[in-house]
């Protein structure tokens, strides 16, 4: 499956608030995606963009100072396991990275086997824990950590050529 990841805009909005409805249990409301992708200086908005168009995936980072904060990241459930998270997920990383992020954070749910994979993969460890963080049934917020993203594969990896067509 081809796709490319993009910055966000506000035509991409309806689709983006459709992936968090259908991945999240408490999806953000539509003004929150509003006010990263217009109002928060902070924010990073991408999406992934299918061959015809249509939003297959997003993700929203925040770079403070030299931290890279993963505030939410999805993929439409009809395209998990095709590599658009990580494609993502990497390609905001190395964003960042080139920005001046040094270090990246997250918080996952305790349960969310699937990300923690993913995040693992990119060299993500756990270091530490939000008890009874998620309200709607008390799980546990596991904080993970990429020590360096100047290290090992982000290192090695530059920032896509689609990167000069995004827009926004
Ligand atoms: C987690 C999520 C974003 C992964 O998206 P995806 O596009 O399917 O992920 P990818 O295909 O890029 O997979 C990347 C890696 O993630 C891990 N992974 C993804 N889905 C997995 C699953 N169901 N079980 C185990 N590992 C999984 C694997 O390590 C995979 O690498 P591999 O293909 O080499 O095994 C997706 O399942 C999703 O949208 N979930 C709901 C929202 C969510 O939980 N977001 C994370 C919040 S912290």
């Keep these: 499956m081809k796709f490319r990841v993009r910055k966000m805009t506000t035509d991409d909005?309806?689709?983006?608030?459709?992936?968090?409805?259908?991945?999240f249990s408490l999806p953000w409301p539509e003004r929150s995606f509003r006010?990263?992708?217009?109002?928060?200086?902070?924010?990073?908005?991408?999406?992934?963009?299918?061959?015809?168009?249509?939003?297959?995936g997003m993700l929203v980072l925040w770079l403070i100072v030299d931290e890279a904060h993963i505030a939410t990241i999805a993929t439409k459930p009809e395209y998990r396991r095709q590599g658009v998270a990580q494609e993502l997920l990497v390609s905001a990383l190395i964003f960042a990275r080139d920005e001046g992020a040094k270090t990246a954070f997250l918080e996952v749910r305790e349960n969310n086997v699937a990300a923690q994979s993913m995040y693992r993969k990119y060299g993500f460890v756990e270091t530490g824990?939000?008890?009874?963080?998620?309200?709607?049934?008390?799980?546990?917020a596991i904080l993970m950590t990429l020590t360096s993203l100047q290290g090992a594969f982000f290192?090695?990896?530059q920032s896509p050529p689609s990167w000069g067509n995004a827009s926004g």
Excluded: M
């Design 13 to 23: 909005l309806e689709q983006v608030i459709a992936i968090d409805r259908a991945s």
């Design 35 to 56: 006010f990263e992708l217009t109002d928060n200086p902070a924010a990073r908005c991408w999406v992934a963009e299918g061959e015809d168009g249509a939003v297959i």
């Design 129 to 140: 824990r939000r008890p009874h963080y998620y309200k709607d049934n008390d799980e546990d």
């Design 155 to 157: 290192a090695t990896k």
